[in-house]
């Protein structure tokens, strides 16, 4: 079987390695090179206790895919031989305002019930497992199971696994259109004076998906959401040990003594620049969180356009009009997260017709119906 994928972030990639994989012939497509969408604005940060919501659809997809990070880390850097960063040292959520508070307390209450292992912190507790924190804080809330990703690290090694397996990417190469051939045997793509014929097309391509027009489909409501991270060298104080959230900002430290810190949401289409605007408020966040963060240094601005739909869901799985294109797009904040499911549940609905209850929830055919 030949599948073309439209996209090379990190959904795009994971999706190829996994079909080439199995033996499938794989042609990536994407208008930059591997990852320079959302994905390499991306902190890495897996957290599907604090992303989801306790009575969200995504939380028991996010906790699905962080449970089969271990293993995906783990095969993408055996057949690669690259070094994956990955770390699964959990994450502090800090309290500073009362309603901060509250919502914490009301976050442990559901993982009580859900028996999701937590800790609850006072003061005292957050500065002993964070001396950098503020002094401002009412209260914590470790979960031990969450970890943190190095995105391009993992997006690298699955490009060379997919290499390896003969899976093909193509760069500068950016999609207008996808449909079925007149005799129905196969599924056309054109890109400029380029043409692909395939048994399989996955649209993948995140922000710009409704730019791929899809004949005798309505357009997947995905637009831009802009997100700015800042990548600081740390003061001499010692880095923290984990990620750590706070009301306005997260940070995510890395061994060579950096941080990141992220992200705004911004709705203005498909703008990528930094701003000053962006900058001051991470930095005035991180500052409120991690006090000592006034002394590191700017080494890089980041921006990613995440793609969002209407619902905050993914949208993956066949369109209506053909089973043979299908979609694997809007995973907003979460695609890293959600990578190792994605690609599990896309490449086997594509190679053997299986339809993981997961593509219930995620049914593209929701904003057409």
Known sequence: MFVVIIGAGIIGISIADALAQRGARVTVLDMRSPGRGASHASAGILAP???????????????????????????????????????????????????????????????????????????????????????????????????????????????????????????????????????????????????????????????????????????????????????????????????????????????????????TVEDVGFDERSTVAGVHDLTAAVAELLPVSWQASIEEVRVGLRPATPDGLPAMGPLPIDPRILVATGHYRNGVLLAPLTADVVSRRVLDGVSDPVLAITNPARFTS
Not at 114 to 130: F, K, N, Q
Not at 211 to 236: D, Y
């Open 49 to 263: 206790y604090t992303e989801a919501h306790h009575d969200s659809p995504l939380l028991p997809l996010a906790a699905r895919s962080l449970g089969l990070y271990d293993s995906f880390v783990a095969g993408a850097a055996a057949r690669s031989g690259r070094t994956i960063e990955y770390a699964r040292r959990g994450t502090l959520e800090i309290a500073i305002a009362d309603e901060d508070t509250a919502r914490l307390k009301g976050a442990s209450h559901w993982l009580s019930v859900e028996g999701i292992r937590h800790e609850w912190l006072d003061l005292a507790g957050v500065r002993e497992l964070e001396p950098a924190a503020t002094s401002s804080a009412s209260a914590g809330l470790l979960v031990p199971e969450h970890g943190v990703v190095g995105v391009m690290s993992l997006l690298t090694a699955l490009t060379v696994s997919a290499r390896l397996a003969g899976a093909g990417i193509e760069t500068s190469v950016e999609v207008e259109a996808v449909d079925v051939a007149a005799e129905r045997d196969h599924v056309l793509v054109r890109a400029g004076n380029l043409r692909y014929t395939a048994d399989a097309v996955v649209i993948a391509a995140g922000s710009w998906t409704s730019r791929i027009r899809v004949k005798g489909a309505s357009a997947i409501p995905v637009r831009p959401i802009r997100g700015q991270l800042l990548h600081l060298h740390w003061p001499s104080s010692p880095l923290p040990a984990r990620v750590v959230w706070g009301p306005r900002c997260y940070v995510v430290p890395w061994h060579e003594g950096s941080v990141l810190v992220g992200a």
